[in-house]
């Protein structure tokens, strides 16, 4: 019987499976393949059904592996969940028909519930990539090899110009928007947009990434956490999940992984005066400070928009 895609709502909290590279590099392959497959199951175990993934992670073997103890029966030594239990986020930059196929056969799954088209710089080399990509997506959809369509790190300019291409041509328009947000960065514009739009926002390195000592012992942020009887990366999700935005938190440490999947306890007791407080962190440095390289060239891409491909590296979050 085919599944309802509606009866299953994305999950608010996800768990991000960029593990073992950059900020916490593993440099031991072996090490950091081992490591990703039971940071996972961790993960599940503790809670987490929402997994946030990639194909330029170069993981999937590894999540793979892990999907596969998840769907074990318990009497098997497995998890014992149902797929349907499970919402699967892939990220991808190819948006070729086969490329995606194989992708789920890498993952070991016969359907992602939410597709999202990694960067724009890719698929903005003209407007015809990028309809050819866009359709590609939807004839996925149609097939209900992806649930869901959405992009990441779009800016207004793209999301502009991808909405216009969905109303010309009459084609599902893009579920969610996934950016790198959290309390230094200011996207109310852009929170705004997608809210327009009916476009779920969702937030990855919710917790600061490079910058994330500096969020754990801000002063404003530590002064709320005490008073809500809460860790500083709690309120930090908390605020985000507040706004209803979705968050991507990753960690390796399972007591963490714990405490981030408890934010949303917290979101009552979030006053307006936390929440403005918190708000006002984005405009201590400005807008980019806090933003990776990916972020700051994509957000540069949009002002541009010139539909030319620059030489822009690529560097997943």
């Given at each position: 019987?085919?599944?309802?895609?509606?009866?299953?709502?994305?999950?608010?909290?996800?768990?991000?499976?960029?593990?073992?590279?950059?900020?916490?590099?593993?440099?031991?392959?072996?090490?950091?393949?081992?490591?990703?497959?039971?940071?996972?199951?961790?993960?599940?175990?503790?809670?987490?059904?929402?997994?946030?993934?990639?194909?330029?992670?170069?993981?999937?073997?590894?999540?793979?592996?892990?999907?596969?103890?998840?769907?074990?029966?318990?009497?098997?030594?497995?998890?014992?969940?149902?797929?349907?239990?499970?919402?699967?986020?892939?990220?991808?930059?190819?948006?070729?028909?086969?490329?995606?196929?194989?992708?789920?056969?890498?993952?070991?799954?016969?359907?992602?519930?939410?597709?999202?088209?990694?960067?724009?710089?890719?698929?903005?080399?003209?407007?015809?990539?990028?309809?050819?990509?866009?359709?590609?997506?939807?004839t996925l959809h149609a097939q209900s090899c992806l649930h869901h369509l959405g992009v990441s790190n779009f800016y207004q300019p793209h999301l502009k110009e991808l909405l216009q291409l969905c109303d010309s041509n009459h084609l599902p328009k893009p579920y969610a928007n996934q950016i790198?947000?959290?309390?230094?960065?200011?996207?109310?514009?852009?929170?705004?947009?997608?809210?327009?739009?009916?476009?779920?926002?969702?937030?990855?390195?919710?917790?600061?990434?490079?910058?994330?000592?500096?969020?754990?012992?801000?002063?404003?942020?530590?002064?709320?956490?005490?008073?809500?009887?809460?860790?500083?990366?709690?309120?930090?999700?908390?605020?985000?999940?507040?706004?209803?935005?979705?968050?991507?938190?990753?960690?390796?440490?399972?007591?963490?992984?714990?405490?981030?999947?408890?934010?949303?306890?917290?979101?009552?007791?979030?006053?307006?005066?936390?929440?403005?407080?918190?708000?006002?962190?984005?405009?201590?440095?400005?807008?980019?400070?806090?933003?990776?390289?990916?972020?700051?060239?994509?957000?540069?891409?949009?002002?541009?928009?010139?539909?030319?491909?620059?030489?822009?590296?690529?560097?997943?979050?």
């Amino acid at each position: 019987m085919k599944k309802n895609i509606d009866s299953f709502n994305l999950p608010k909290i996800g768990f991000g499976t960029f593990i073992g590279i950059e900020l916490d590099r593993i440099e031991d392959a072996t090490l950091r393949h081992k490591t990703t497959v039971q940071t996972i199951i961790n993960a599940l175990e503790i809670g987490y059904r929402h997994l946030d993934l990639a194909s330029n992670y170069n993981n999937l073997a590894a999540v793979r592996e892990a999907l596969a103890m998840a769907f074990k029966p318990k009497s098997n030594g497995g998890l014992g969940l149902g797929r349907d239990e499970l919402w699967l986020t892939m990220k991808g930059i190819d948006c070729e028909i086969m490329s995606i196929q194989d992708l789920l056969l890498m993952t070991g799954v016969t359907y992602f519930d939410l597709f999202l088209i990694h960067s724009p710089q890719p698929v903005f080399e003209s407007p015809e990539v990028l309809e050819h990509a866009w359709k590609n997506l939807c004839t996925l959809h149609a097939q209900s090899c992806l649930h869901h369509l959405g992009v990441s790190n779009f800016y207004q300019p793209h999301l502009k110009e991808l909405l216009q291409l969905c109303d010309s041509n009459h084609l599902p328009k893009p579920y969610a928007n996934q950016i790198q947000l959290n309390v230094l960065i200011d996207e109310d514009e852009m929170i705004d947009y997608c809210a327009q739009h009916n476009i779920l926002v969702i937030a990855y390195s919710p917790l600061g990434y490079q910058w994330s000592s500096y969020l754990s012992e801000h002063s404003a942020i530590a002064n709320i956490a005490r008073e809500i009887h809460a860790t500083p990366a709690q309120v930090a999700l908390a605020w985000l999940l507040k706004q209803d935005i979705t968050v991507i938190p990753k960690s390796m440490n399972q007591t963490r992984m714990l405490e981030n999947l408890q934010a949303p306890e917290l979101i009552e007791k979030l006053t307006p005066a936390h929440m403005q407080i918190l708000h006002d962190l984005s405009h201590e440095w400005g807008n980019n400070i806090a933003l990776n390289v990916t972020a700051v060239e994509a957000k540069q891409h949009g002002e541009d928009l010139s539909w030319s491909l620059s030489q822009l590296r690529f560097n997943p979050k």
